[in-house]
């Protein structure tokens, strides 16, 4: 009996309800803030990604995903335990005696992520500042006081 075909892994950055995945970060963000991921648990949520709506057997999940015949049905509990309170409880489905299925809809075209805030040196204006800080000790050029 030839084995199935591996199911395809969603790599892109991509929308999940209200919440931005980005695989190659490992990270969730969302209303409640960024979230890490570790990167099992990521690829079982970026197969469901890939065939939102379509129901995936526990063994194509592992098989995908850990490339284990046997053994992996405690990971797979896990990743789907950790994803359900990362996107919420209702977004992935348990279909009895089948698998399971991610209820959100899924938009791949996700172009920035999340944008990144502009560095502490540049939003702080003057030569004032950076010298402060190397007076406290905080500075890249920090300055220590000797004691006489």
């Given at each position: 009996m030839p084995a199935d075909p591996a199911p395809p892994i969603l790599r892109t950055a991509f929308k999940v309800g209200?919440?931005?995945?980005?695989?190659?970060?490992?990270?969730?963000?969302?209303?409640?803030?960024?979230?890490?991921?570790?990167?099992?648990?990521?690829?079982?949520?970026?197969?469901?990604?890939?065939?939102p709506g379509e129901v995936m057997s526990r063994e194509s999940l592992i098989g995908a995903v850990w490339a284990v015949q046997f053994g992996g049905d405690e990971s797979l509990t896990r990743a789907i335990s950790?994803?359900?309170?990362?996107?919420?409880?209702?977004?992935?489905?348990?279909?009895?005696?089948r698998g399971y299925?991610?209820?959100?809809?899924?938009?791949?075209?996700?172009?920035?992520?999340?944008?990144?805030?502009?560095?502490v040196a540049a939003r702080q204006s003057g030569a004032g500042h950076s010298q402060a800080l190397r007076l406290k000790g905080r500075g890249p050029n920090r300055v220590f006081p000797v004691a006489s």
């Open positions: 209200d919440r931005a995945a980005v695989p190659g970060r490992n990270r969730i963000l969302g209303p409640g803030g960024e979230i890490h991921l570790e990167p099992r648990v990521m690829d079982v949520l970026c197969v469901l990604a890939a065939q950790i994803l359900r309170k990362a996107l919420g409880a209702d977004a992935i489905e348990t279909i009895a005696k299925r991610l209820a959100r809809a899924v938009d791949p075209h996700l172009v920035e992520a999340s944008p990144r805030p502009a560095p």
